[in-house]
């Protein structure tokens, strides 16, 4: 399967299918030089991926794994090797690892020389069907995820199903969430298969696992397509902060647990609130929010977070980068498929919605 990003700035494809990391020389171009961005834990593929480039001159960098990869000192690192191995502006960055190795290596890519070419080739369910795809890069803070960045498409997304096949079962479940988002703000089919067979959709090589990353790489990428750098939102039309679905109380919940718990975990957590905040808000349906919670615990995903960590997490939302001031702005659901933009809720209201996740 190829998905189009017909992005105005940067048009690229996006390869769902086994055996589609075979497009990399193809991808990479004319390059003389690529640097390889592969976390510690994935030396040996990242090895595999130099193999591929024959004839070029290839700098690996590895990288820790997971959120430690995402930190200024890392990215100072990255800088460092590049300018080692005399990367120009025609060569190529090729990030391989899951959401935080492709975020890191697209940054290094969009701030190096101002700007180089690079190649996604994620490795993580959470990686094919949102980090790789959409031109968001960056790097962590202390103070927050995300907090320093850049936007900077892909030359190219390789998402190659075979490489799947080893991750660990909470690490599928975790990537799932982001494709049931996709489906509850843009695409029924995405929930019908999930209910379906919640068992069949966490299996990496099944034919329905395939049909859900490609169905969801497609709905970002038509959001991403239309609202590049997220400045379309307006009331009930929402440009790309529609895939901010749950992400605020998320990443809070990352922030408080020191990036301990998977994103797909937390943005779960973060879902179900912000349903249980639409059904308040937005007359969202008791249904939808049921099906929120059949959905979420049937992937293996916590669905409540203990009720004295709220004053924690309201701080720590309000340095989002969604927010304005003090006042949280926040994308909810009316429906199915239907995300409308919140600024600025009732605080009290928001708490109940959090207390309701205790039940």
């Not at 090589?205 to 709905?219: I, K, N, W």
């Not at 400045?231 to 647990?257: F, K, P």
């Not at 977070?305 to 702005?329: C, F, H, N, V």
Request: include cysteine; charge should be negative.
């Amino acid at each position: 399967m190829i998905v189009h990003v017909a992005s105005s700035a940067a048009p690229y494809d996006v390869h769902v299918a086994r055996g589609v990391l075979d497009l990399l020389p193809a991808s990479v171009g004319d390059a003389e030089r690529v640097a390889i961005i592969v976390p510690d834990s994935l030396r040996r593929l990242g090895d595999r991926v130099a193999g591929l480039l024959e004839g070029r001159s290839v700098t690996m960098v590895t990288v820790p794994d997971a959120e430690a990869a995402k930190t200024p000192q890392v990215l100072a690192r990255c800088w460092d090797a590049m300018a080692a191995a005399g990367m120009t502006r025609s060569d190529v960055v090729v990030g391989v690892g899951g959401g935080t190795a492709t975020d890191l290596a697209g940054f290094v890519a969009a701030t190096w020389l101002r700007g180089v070419r690079y190649v996604a080739v994620p490795t993580s369910v959470l990686g094919m069907v949102d980090a790789a795809v959409g031109g968001k890069t960056g790097i962590n803070l202390v103070a927050g995820k995300n907090l320093v960045g850049a936007f900077h498409e892909p030359a190219a997304v390789l998402a190659d199903l075979a490489l799947l096949e080893d991750l660990p079962a909470a690490e599928v479940s975790s990537g799932m969430a982001e494709v049931a988002k996709a489906g509850l703000i843009s695409d029924q089919r995405i929930l019908d298969l999930l209910v379906a067979d919640l068992s069949d959709a966490l299996d990496v090589r099944s034919d329905r696992f395939a049909e859900l990353v490609g169905r969801a790489v497609e709905v970002k990428a038509r959001v991403v397509a239309g609202d590049l750098r997220e400045r379309t939102s307006s009331g009930d039309r929402v440009g790309r902060e529609a895939l901010n679905y749950g992400h605020t109380l998320g990443h809070a919940i990352e922030a408080d647990q020191d990036y301990s718990w998977r994103h797909g975990q937390a943005i779960s957590v973060g879902m179900m609130w912000i349903a249980e905040v639409s059904s308040r808000t937005l007359g969202l349906e008791a249904e939808a929010v049921a099906l929120h919670h059949r959905i979420l615990a049937g992937l293996g995903l916590p669905t409540s977070y203990p009720i004295e960590r709220w004053t924690r997490l309201r701080q720590l939302m309000s340095i989002d980068k969604k927010a304005r001031g003090s006042r949280l702005r926040l994308v909810g659901l009316r429906g199915l498929g239907q995300p409308v933009v919140l600024d600025g809720p009732d605080e009290d209201l928001l708490a109940d919605a959090f207390r309701a996740l205790q039940r």
